[in-house]
T-cell receptor, first 114, second 110 residues
Framework: GAGVSQSPRYKVAKRGQDVALRCDPI?????LFWYQQALGQGPEFLTY????????KSGLPSDRFFAERPEGSVSTLKIQRTQQEDSAVYLC????????????FGPGTRLTVL | QKEVEQNSGPLSVPEGAIASLNCTYS??????FFWYRQYSGKSPELIMF????GDKEDGRFTAQLNKASQYVSLLIRDSQPSDSATYLC??????????FGTGTRLLVSP
């Protein structure tokens, strides 16, 4: 079946603009994660959903970051009033619930804030 | 101190050699550990995971876990140029929340 998809793949925003990044997880995957990966670094956890419930948002760097998954499938990560330090690749991953299940990553959205 | 530490490399090995990648972690509550491979410009893909002390083998790959020493390693036997990538070690700290290291860049020369 299809893997995790993300859109857009690339986004250029002017400082101060709002952006919305979309993630379509693998069908049937209950858990969905967002990570931020800066150049030369490993992915950093942002937030985690189990179905539509956001169980952990401890990694969101500021209140400018907001994520939702209203129907338990597609998720959107929104960044308000973007700053240059928000420039990174935003990765979405999904997995089956529970256990040390594999997280399948999407191709990511590369955000560049000018 | 980061929760998961890796040497950034690059680690250079000749084709056919064994590549040894190492990782240490600070949270003793971590139960499961994952090795991901990430090619430049691509997303991470899982190689294997381990949650019991000892060795776990899968083809050319062997993961090793020592919880007393808080140490995880990945051995790649018969390294190929196609194995050249960044290898990310991750610890599951609970609720599947993964904490990643910065990754080790592996270069396999023909």
């Amino acid at each position: 079946g299809a893997g995790v998809s993300q859109s857009p793949r690339y986004k250029v925003a002017k400082r101060g603009q709002d952006v919305a990044l979309r993630c379509d997880p693998i069908s049937g995957h209950v858990s969905l994660f967002w990570y931020q990966q800066a150049l030369g670094q490993g992915p950093e956890f942002l937030t985690y959903f189990q179905n539509e419930a956001q169980l952990d948002k401890s990694g969101l760097p500021s209140d400018r970051f907001f994520a939702e998954r209203p129907e338990g499938s597609v998720s959107t990560l929104k960044i308000q009033r973007t700053q240059q330090e928000d420039s990174a690749v935003y990765l979405c991953a999904s997995s089956l619930a529970g256990g040390p299940y594999e997280q399948f990553f999407g191709p990511g959205t590369r955000l560049t804030v000018l | 101190q980061k929760e998961v530490e890796q040497n950034s490399g690059p680690l250079s090995v000749p084709e056919g050699a064994i590549a040894s990648l190492n990782c240490t972690y600070s949270d003793r509550g971590s139960q499961s550990f994952f090795w991901y491979r990430q090619y430049s410009g691509k997303s991470p893909e899982l190689i294997m995971f381990i949650y019991s002390n000892g060795d776990k083998e899968d083809g050319r790959f062997t993961a090793q876990l020592n919880k007393a020493s808080q140490y995880v390693s990945l051995l790649i036997r018969d390294s190929q140029p196609s194995d050249s990538a960044t290898y990310l070690c991750a610890a599951d700290t609970g609720f599947q929340k993964l904490v990643f290291g910065t990754g080790t860049r592996l270069l396999v020369s023909p």
